[in-house]
C-alpha cells in the first residue's frame, strides 16, 4: 500500500508544497491528495485588486498541479482526527473521510471577523477570493460619492484603500486605525505612504479603536460614529479553528505549535506550512503570517517529510523574514527592508520601481507553484519502508 500524504489547503504553501512532494517523491510509493475549498488557485495577494473590480486570470488547480499525479478534491475540511489519521471533508452534498499517513496541514487563515461586534454581519473584507467578489460587488452599485471605510492600519488596510481610491475616484475612501498608520516603518517610507494616501484623497483617522461595525459603518469606542456604505475589516487575520479542535497544540489564536522543522510540536506526523502555523523564525521572533513565509515553512516542511519518511537527512532551510512589500494602487509601492530584530531600515525602495518589482514578484509565483523545484533536476525518492535511503533517478 502507498503512503498517503494529504496536503490540506492549496494556498502559497499547500499549493507550493504538494507540488514539490510530487517532484520529489517516487509515485510507486507515495501517493498525494490535496484538498482545497475552492477549484481555482487564490491569489490572495491580488485580493484588494479583484475587490476594487481588476480582471485577474483564474488559475485552475487542475492547470497547476497537471502532470504531477497530485489527486485533487475540491471541498470544505470540517476536521481532522489526529488520532484516526483522518480528515473528514464535504463538498456540500456528501460527507466523506479522507485516511492519511502524512498529513500536511496548510488551511492558512481569513479575516479576523469575529473579535469585534457587527463585523461578521455587516463589514466586507479582502482575505478570501469570495470575500473579496463580495466586495466588488458592493462597491459596483454605490453611486458617486459612496462611502467606504476601511479599518486597520496594516498591510492589507493599506493595499486595500489605496487600491480601492485609485479604482474607484468616485468614491470617498476613509480609514481609520488604533495605531499609527504604516507605524512600523521607517520615517522615509511612512512619509511616502502619506504622500500617497494625501494624493487619493483618502482620509485618515489614527488611534480610534472601532468598537461595533452596524449597516450604517462604524462606531468607535468613545463613540464617534463613521458613516459607511462599505465597512472594509483588514484589522488582523485569524486562522481556522479545526486545529485547535482537532486536539493538535495550538497557541491562544489557533496558530498551530511546530518545532523547526515545521512538525507539529503534539503530533509529529502532521506538518505545517503557511499563516496556520506558529513558527519561531532565524531571527528568534515568530515568522509573520506573510505570503514569504508562506514560501519559506513550505520548503522546511516539504524537506522535512521528504527526510522523514524517506530515511535521508532532513536539510533546514531558511526560515528568514526580510521585510514587506506594500503595494499603494497599480503604479506605486513601498519595499521596507527589516534588520535581524525586524526593526525596519532607513532604506525603503519607494515608486515606481517597487511598484515594478512587487509586479514582478506577483507575477513569478504562480509560475513556481507550476515549477516548484524551479526547475532544478528532479530526483524522486522511494519510502525509506521499502527501500531505506534507497534514491531513483526520473
Ligand atoms: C489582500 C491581501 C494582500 C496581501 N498581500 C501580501 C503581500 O504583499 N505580501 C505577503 O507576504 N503577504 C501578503 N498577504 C498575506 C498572504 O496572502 C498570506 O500570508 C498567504 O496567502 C498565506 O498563505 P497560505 O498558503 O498559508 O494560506 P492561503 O493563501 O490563505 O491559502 C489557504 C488555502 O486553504 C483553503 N482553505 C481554507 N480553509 C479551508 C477549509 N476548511 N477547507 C478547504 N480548504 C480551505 C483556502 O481556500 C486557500 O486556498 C496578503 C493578504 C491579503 C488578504
Not at 473521510?97 to 479575516?111: E, I, Q, R
Not at 482537532?246 to 489564536?253: I, K, M, N, Q, T
Amino acid at each position: 500500500m502507498k503512503h498517503r500524504i494529504v496536503v490540506l489547503g492549496a494556498g502559497y504553501a499547500g499549493a507550493f508544497s504538494a507540488g514539490v512532494l510530487a517532484r520529489r517523491l517516487h509515485s510507486d510509493d507515495f501517493e498525494i491528495t490535496v484538498v482545497n475549498a475552492e477549484p481555482d488557485f487564490a491569489e490572495r495577494l491580488r485580493n484588494h485588486q479583484l475587490a476594487a473590480g481588476r480582471q485577474l486570470r483564474r488559475r485552475p488547480l487542475t492547470e497547476v498541479f497537471a502532470g504531477t499525479g497530485i489527486q485533487l478534491r475540491v471541498a470544505q475540511v470540517t476536521g481532522v482526527d489526529v488520532e484516526h489519521r483522518t480528515v473528514t471533508i464535504t463538498d456540500g452534498a456528501d460527507i466523506d473521510s479522507l485516511a492519511y499517513d502524512t498529513l500536511l496541514y496548510a488551511l492558512g487563515s481569513t479575516a479576523d471577523v469575529h473579535s469585534v461586534a457587527g463585523v461578521a454581519e455587516h463589514a466586507f473584507h479582502v482575505a478570501s477570493r469570495p470575500a473579496a467578489l463580495r466586495l466588488r460587488a458592493r462597491l459596483a452599485e454605490l453611486g458617486a460619492n459612496g462611502q467606504v471605510l476601511v479599518v486597520g492600519g496594516n498591510l492589507t488596510a493599506i493595499e486595500a484603500a489605496t487600491e480601492i481610491a485609485e479604482a474607484h475616484p468616485d468614491l470617498r475612501v476613509g480609514l481609520v486605525t488604533r495605531g499609527e498608520l504604516g507605524g512600523w516603518l521607517s520615517s522615509t517610507a511612512r512619509r511616502h505612504l502619506f504622500e500617497a494616501f494625501d494624493r487619493f484623497a483618502i482620509t485618515v483617522h489614527e488611534h480610534t479603536t472601532i468598537a461595533r461595525v452596524d449597516a450604517a459603518g462604524a462606531v468607535a469606542a468613545d463613540g464617534t460614529a463613521f458613516a459607511a456604505d462599505a465597512t472594509v475589516w483588514a484589522a488582523g487575520f485569524a486562522v481556522p479553528a479545526i486545529a485547535a479542535t482537532s486536539g493538535l497544540a495550538v497557541r491562544p489564536d489557533g496558530r498551530i505549535t511546530v518545532d523547526r522543522q515545521m512538525r507539529s510540536v503534539s503530533h509529529p506526523d502532521v506538518y505545517v506550512a503557511g499563516d496556520s502555523a506558529f513558527v519561531i523564525g532565524d531571527n528568534g521572533l515568530p515568522l509573520p503570517m506573510s505570503c514569504a513565509s508562506a514560501g519559506f515553512t513550505s520548503m522546511q516542511a516539504t524537506a522535512t517529510i521528504i527526510g522523514d519518511r524517506t530515511g535521508r537527512k532532513v536539510s533546514t532551510t531558511s526560515l528568514s523574514y526580510v521585510g514587506n512589500h506594500i503595494s499603494l494602487g497599480r503604479k506605486d509601492a513601498i519595499f521596507q527592508v527589516v534588520d535581524d530584530d525586524a526593526r525596519s531600515k532607513s532604506w525603503a525602495l519607494r515608486g515606481r520601481a517597487a511598484a515594478r518589482l512587487k509586479a514582478a514578484i506577483l507575477g513569478v509565483n504562480p509560475w513556481s507553484l507550476r515549477h516548484p523545484t524551479f526547475g532544478m533536476p528532479s530526483r524522486r525518492y522511494r519510502a525509506s519502508t521499502d527501500r531505506p535511503h534507497a534514491v531513483v533517478a526520473t
